[in-house]
């Protein structure tokens, strides 16, 4: 497995860079002999979405914690294989340590994030009418609005504001985006596709956990001191400061499993064409 995917690196990379990179195609509705660059495609999608994260510690598969994503975008295709890709995507992770090895510290989170990138897709195959199944990976930076919260009597509160390890952080973190999926065409517009995104986040902070318990005087009230440590919720004594709270050393991620739609708008050399029409003057 170690061989092949730089193998199939390889191949993708020979072929963005082929002498028929500026080779013309055919899509039937939209014309002939019109030129993939400047190809403008919509995206659509939904899925599934799974957190990893310090509150996920030792989690069985019942208790995954999975949460929907939904995606907005498009791409704008530069060559037969490579394609700007941008997406606007919302989704919901959760998770409670009473499903983990670590259910002493009962620390829990749910938060629904919109997160943006932009970025570059490499196609396998070019973009032919020949290629029914057309594999892809893709790439990008962006960023998202973290909003972990946390329920208590029956109210959920916002865990950034109360600064929970006596941190105040980012809200923005820097956001990688990595993944990789096929499409299949439907029609000369429309295609589905299946994808798999791994998500890395310049932060620990998506769960609201990273370091230790603070001291609880540097809260900021006892709100924020009952939602710090909540193990005396479950019977178990306080825990004491600079008792492990989360992994500063490995950020948070999440990672979506999609499926995808679509559609071919419209292209450049619609677009040239319309600029040297004009309308007739009466």
């Known amino acids: 497995m170690s061989r092949i995917f730089p193998l ?8 963005t860079t082929s002498p028929n990179l500026h080779a013309q195609i055919r899509i039937e509705g939209l014309g002939s002999g019109i030129p993939p660059q400047g190809l403008i495609t919509l995206i659509g999608g939904a899925g ?49 340590q009473k499903n983990s090895r670590n ?11 919109p997160d943006f990138y ?45 600064t929970t390890e006596g941190v105040k952080y980012s809200r923005t973190p820097l956001l990688i985006v990595a993944g990789l999926g096929a499409t299949f065409r439907l029609t000369d517009r429309w295609g589905l596709g299946l994808e798999l995104c791994n998500n890395f986040l310049n932060s620990d902070y998506l769960d609201d956990a990273s370091n230790v318990y603070p001291q609880p005087d540097q809260l900021p009230s006892d709100l924020a001191r009952r939602l710090s440590d909540r193990s005396p919720e479950i019977g178990e004594a306080p825990r004491q400061p600079g008792f492990i709270r989360g992994n500063p050393e490995v950020k948070d991620s999440y990672i979506f499993l999609s499926v995808k739609a679509q559609y071919v708008l419209t292209t450049r050399f619609f677009a040239q064409q319309r600029k040297k029409t004009k309308c007739p003057k009466f």
């Open 8 to 15: 199939f690196i390889f191949l993708l990379f020979g072929l």
């Open 48 to 96: 599934v979405a799974y957190y990893q994260g310090d509150l996920s510690d030792g989690v069985d598969f019942a208790h995954l914690g999975l949460g929907p994503n939904l995606a907005l975008g498009g791409m704008y295709r530069l060559s037969e294989h490579l394609s700007l890709r941008s997406e606007l995507r919302y989704y919901q992770l959760q998770a409670d």
């Open 103 to 113: 259910f002493v510290n009962n620390l829990s989170f749910r938060t629904r994030n």
């Open 118 to 162: 932009v970025g570059a897709q490499g196609d396998l195959f070019g973009f032919t009418r020949k290629a029914q199944v057309n594999p892809y990976l893709f790439g990008g930076v962006g960023t998202t609005f973290l909003n972990p919260k946390a329920q208590l009597d029956g109210t959920r509160y916002s865990l950034p504001p109360l």
